[in-house]
C-alpha cells in the first residue's frame, strides 16, 4: 500500500511538473511570436556586425540633397540606385562620388570605402 501511494504521488507530481513545462515552453512560443512580429515591422534586419547608417548625397550643382539609410555591409552601387530611385534624371549621366575627399568605389561596401554614419557624399556629374 506504501508504494501505491508513493507511485501515485510521483505520477501526480510528474503530471504537476508536465503541466508546468507545457504551459513555460508555450509562454517561451508566444514570446517568440511577439518578438518576430515587433522585428517584421524594421526595414532592415541587421546581422552580427552590421550597423546602420545615414549618409547624405549632395550634388555639385545642388539640386540634391537626399538622406538614405542603410547597413555598412551594403555595396555603394545599392545606396546609388536608392539615390537614382529619388532622382531618375541623375541615372542618365555619368556620376562620381566622393566622401571626405576620397573617390567611392562603387562596387565595395561602405565600410570598405570609409563611409561612415552622417558623412555627406558628393555628387559630381562628369
Same mark, same amino acid.
Given at each position: 500500500?506504501?508504494?501505491?501511494?508513493?507511485?501515485? @504521488? &510521483?505520477?501526480?507530481n510528474?503530471?504537476?511538473?508536465?503541466?508546468?513545462?507545457? +504551459?513555460?515552453?508555450? !509562454?517561451?512560443? *508566444?514570446e517568440?511570436?511577439?518578438?518576430?512580429?515587433?522585428?517584421?515591422?524594421?526595414?532592415?534586419?541587421?546581422?552580427?556586425?552590421?550597423?546602420?547608417?545615414?549618409?547624405?548625397?549632395?550634388?555639385?550643382?545642388?539640386?540634391?540633397?537626399?538622406?538614405?539609410?542603410? @547597413? &555598412?555591409t551594403?555595396?555603394?552601387?545599392?545606396?546609388?540606385?536608392?539615390?537614382? +530611385?529619388?532622382?531618375? !534624371?541623375?541615372? *542618365?549621366?555619368?556620376?562620381?562620388?566622393?566622401?571626405?575627399?576620397?573617390?567611392?568605389?562603387?562596387?565595395k561596401?561602405?565600410?570598405?570605402?570609409?563611409?561612415?554614419?552622417?558623412?555627406?557624399?558628393?555628387?559630381?556629374?562628369m
Open positions: 500500500m506504501k508504494n501505491l501511494n508513493n507511485n501515485l @504521488k &510521483n505520477n501526480l510528474n503530471n504537476l511538473n508536465n503541466i508546468s513545462y507545457k +504551459d513555460k515552453i508555450n !509562454e517561451l512560443f *508566444e517568440i511570436r511577439m518578438k518576430d512580429k515587433i522585428i517584421s515591422n524594421y526595414p532592415i534586419q541587421l546581422s552580427e556586425g552590421e550597423k546602420l547608417l545615414s549618409v547624405i548625397f549632395i550634388s555639385s550643382d545642388q539640386k540634391v540633397h537626399y538622406s538614405v539609410i542603410c @547597413k &555598412n551594403d555595396k555603394f552601387s545599392k545606396i546609388e540606385n536608392m539615390l537614382y +530611385d529619388e532622382y531618375p !534624371e541623375y541615372s *542618365e549621366f555619368e556620376n562620381h562620388f566622393l566622401v571626405n575627399g576620397n573617390k567611392v568605389n562603387k562596387y561596401t561602405l565600410e570598405y570605402n570609409k563611409i561612415k554614419n552622417n558623412d555627406i557624399i558628393m555628387l559630381k556629374n
